[in-house]
């Protein structure tokens, strides 16, 4: 999962870097595609945790 985002927030910094030749530009959008990211698959682990928690309750 770490290599994941650490692929998205290369990819985010290498277009920055080409489009503005700032690399503290580069390093914010790194910073914020990484933060993005995790927060997404933060919320997907959660919501498939309550689900999956919810219908093994039901089963009982």
Do not use: P, Q
Not at 16 to 27: C, D
């Amino acid at each position: 999962m770490l290599a994941f985002l650490a692929g998205v927030g290369t990819l985010f910094a290498g277009a920055a870097i080409k489009a503005s030749g700032t690399l503290l530009l580069a390093l914010m959008y790194a910073g914020l595609s990484f933060a993005t990211v995790a927060v997404l698959l933060f919320g997907i682990d959660w919501l498939y945790r309550s689900i999956t928690k919810r219908t093994r309750n039901d089963e009982r």
